[in-house]
């Protein structure tokens, strides 16, 4: 009996139930609650909105044209002057896509509908009786919390890869441009929207409310779009009246000039120099008042900046988008020369020459606006949006890890 007791426990088959099954690797269980997150996501109608919203705008982006006789659209002639004897095809589709595909599209509209879609992630995680079951296993919280915070991130990737992709092939097919540099698109719009995501994790994770964390977020995104727009308003003024006040004092010195001249002079003209003396004088109050203005601008454009120093840069992240496409993938900047090339042909009336000019004063304050923004380091927009998308994350994962479920 002994004999055949222990030739039973010496099978494989006893050593099979007695042992202890090998629990599954971590990148394996990684793996596998991103696939959940994956499938959970698609499963919901948002998504695919999304991406049939993108579809849309990338076949208005293909619909549009330029030839001789102006720019069309589905084949009608929307706008004459703008034809491709002032603006040829490859400089005119790379200009759609840096100044209306990207920051009207992906900057805002794409952005908000990813917030939509993404805000229910944790607020769903969280309710009762799916958090229980993810509990149960042998799954650290923090690994649970960056798991699906990576989900959102990958859902925008993909909406943005597709768009990115469908743009290309635009480019090349109708623009004759292949360019490798637009897909700098994806890493710039996904590290703008990770700023989102993270406010939108951490209200998610305090308020277990999808409306909640929407709303607030959209509110959080304006006040940064506000403070940020305050400050480079103050200084883009800052600048003009620099720039008004150094003609003046150009100006005075040029009176001054023709004073001495005036004053050395054989014959004496009274009438002159009086005139040019009240030019010095207009000119000196000018500069005493533009003195004046730019110190309190000065001073409430440093308090903007201070306001703002924290803050993500959202809008400033996405300007570094129209820089690197500049840059690397030969987008148009703007220039004088194309400007006027493009507003040349008219009718020779005042209403044509007022809008020419209304048009030269809206680009010299983009050229201004952009001159600014150029002058803003990329280590100073992308450290400090960092450091204060780390420590939101860190935030809504010490509440997600400390919270009693």
């Known amino acids: 009996m002994s004999q055949l007791q222990t030739t039973t426990l010496d099978t494989p088959l006893a050593y099979a139930a007695d042992a202890t099954p090998t629990p599954p690797s971590v990148a394996v269980q990684t793996l596998a609650l991103l696939y959940d997150a994956y499938r959970e996501l698609n499963h919901k109608k948002l998504f695919w909105l999304t991406l049939g919203l993108s579809g849309l705008v990338v076949m208005a982006f293909a619909a549009v044209g330029i030839g001789p006789g102006g720019v069309t659209f589905f084949g009608y002639t929307l706008l004459e002057n703008f034809n491709s004897n002032n603006f040829p095809p490859p400089t005119f589709f790379k200009m759609i896509y840096a100044t209306i595909a990207v920051p009207q599209w992906l900057g805002w509209l794409g952005a908000m509908l990813a917030l939509v879609s993404t805000s229910s992630i944790f607020p769903d995680f969280l309710s009762a009786g799916s958090i229980d079951l993810y509990l149960s296993k042998p799954i650290s919280r923090v690994r649970l919390f960056f798991t699906k915070y990576v989900m959102g991130l990958l859902f925008v990737a993909l909406q943005v890869t597709v768009f990115t992709l469908a743009s290309y092939v635009i480019l ?130 440093n308090i903007a900046w201070w306001a703002k120093f924290p803050l993500p840069k959202t809008s400033e992240t996405i300007d570094l988008l129209r820089r690197a496409l500049v840059r690397f993938a030969d987008m148009p900047a703007p220039t004088e020369e194309e400007s006027s090339s493009a507003i040349s042909v008219n009718n020779g009336n005042d209403r044509t020459a007022n809008r020419a000019q209304h048009r030269r004063e809206r680009r010299d304050l983009e050229s201004a606006a952009h001159e600014i923004a150029d002058s803003r380091s990329i280590p100073m927009v992308l450290g400090t949006s960092i450091v204060f998308e780390s420590l939101i994350l860190f935030i809504a994962c010490w509440i997600f890890c400390r919270r009693d479920y």
């Not at 120099?273 to 000196?284: D, P, S």
């Open 172 to 301: 090349g097919v109708r623009g004759g441009v292949w360019s490798v540099g637009i897909f700098l698109t994806i890493p710039i719009v996904l590290l703008f929207f990770s700023y989102l995501w993270s406010i939108s994790a951490l209200i998610g994770v305090v308020t277990r409310s999808t409306i909640a964390s929407i709303l607030l977020t959209l509110l959080a995104w304006m006040a940064i779009f506000g403070v940020t727009a305050t400050e480079q308003t103050l200084d883009m003024f800052r600048l003009q009246k620099t720039t008004t006040m150094a003609g003046t004092v150009r100006a005075m010195e040029l009176a001054d000039k023709q004073l001495a001249t005036l004053n050395t002079a054989t014959t004496r003209d009274d009438s002159a120099i009086k005139n040019w003396e009240f030019q010095k004088a207009g000119r000196q109050t000018e500069v005493a008042e533009l003195r004046g203005s730019i110190s309190t601008l000065t001073t409430f454009h």
